[in-house]
């Protein structure tokens, strides 16, 4: 058996799947994208619910709702009928999965939840079945076949279900306005958190790992003070202090391959002047951002009033796990 070509099989299958199912998405989609971004306006909370292979899709589709801001539970059909129905309060939308939209526990579970809940949303692979039939709103997920070999397992209907979730909660990020910053409050402990949290004034090298140097010095000055801060970059400041240029370690190679004897020069004759810059007081992200688009690796840090204090190097940028 060509285990490789039956795996692509099967990937390419779902893949299709969820091309069918993006062409028909409609309006109920916008609607109830429309009415969560209410109800979460209203200072209410997103109760997902649904059993077996859906109840699965369910936990992932709530916690990627709370990764974005939007307030999101998982409630346990099995236990809700015992006491957890308390979960759910007065203006809570519903989110209820389940692709037969006849199980059992939903269905004895729905009159219940349709008594508080400001809306009720279905996502399931039978538009006419009994949950569709009592939502307020539904998002088909249906799938021609399975991609299990005995169109038996869940495999397309599970991911068309997960993937329906995602578009959920990514629209419902846009229409909010959700930024980065906003994530990152979400996330203090990823890269993007704090890139987002941590300001360049923590991450810059300064003092000793500062190389700066006068107008007026060498080319062999500015390999010594580089030498001695461990930095591929020096910053050049004139007579008040204020940047002049930046003389980095690519600069002399380039230098060096058409003058192997610059050493003794003046370095004001191969800085790069009017280098690339970001405020001490800026968010680290704009460092990881103005590198980036820049292509540069080094970054000059300057105070409020226009004096170099520090430099970015991006090495600092991955010790810090800031990339």
Known sequence: MDVIGFAQQVILQEAE?????????????????????KVLENQCK?????????????HKIAATLNSTG????????????H?????????DAVIALSYSGETVELLHLLPFLKRSAAVVIAMTGKPASSLAEHADWVLDTS????ACPL????????TAML???????????????????????????????????????????????????????TVNDALVAMTRARSGACVVVDEN??????????????????????????????MTRKPITVSASSLAVQAVNTIGSHRIDDVVVLDDQGRPVGLVDTQDLARMRIV
């Open 241 to 270: 202090d204020f940047l002049a240029g930046v003389f980095t370690h690519g600069d002399f190679v380039r230098a060096f391959q058409r003058d192997p004897q610059l050493g003794s020069r003046e370095v004001i004759q191969y």
């Open 70 to 81: 939007a307030t999101a539970v998982v409630l346990n059909s099995q236990n809700a009928l």
């Open 163 to 217: 993937v329906m979730g995602d578009a959920v909660a990514m629209a419902l990020l846009n229409a909010r306005g959700f930024t980065e910053e906003d994530f990152a409050r979400y996330h203090p402990g990823g890269a993007l958190g704090r890139a987002l949290l941590t300001k360049v004034a923590d991450i810059m090298r300064t003092g000793e790992s500062l190389a700066k140097i006068p107008l007026d010095a």
């Open 17 to 37: 799947a969820l091309q069918v199912m993006a062409r028909r998405l409609d309006l109920a989609f916008a609607h109830s994208v429309k009415a969560l971004q």
């Open 143 to 146: 799938v021609e076949r399975e």
């Open 151 to 158: 169109n038996l397992a869940p495999t397309s209907s599970s």
């Open 46 to 58: 997103i109760v997902v619910v649904g059993v077996g292979k859906s109840g699965n899709i369910g």
């Open 83 to 91: 006491g957890d129905l308390g979960l759910l309060s007065d203006g």
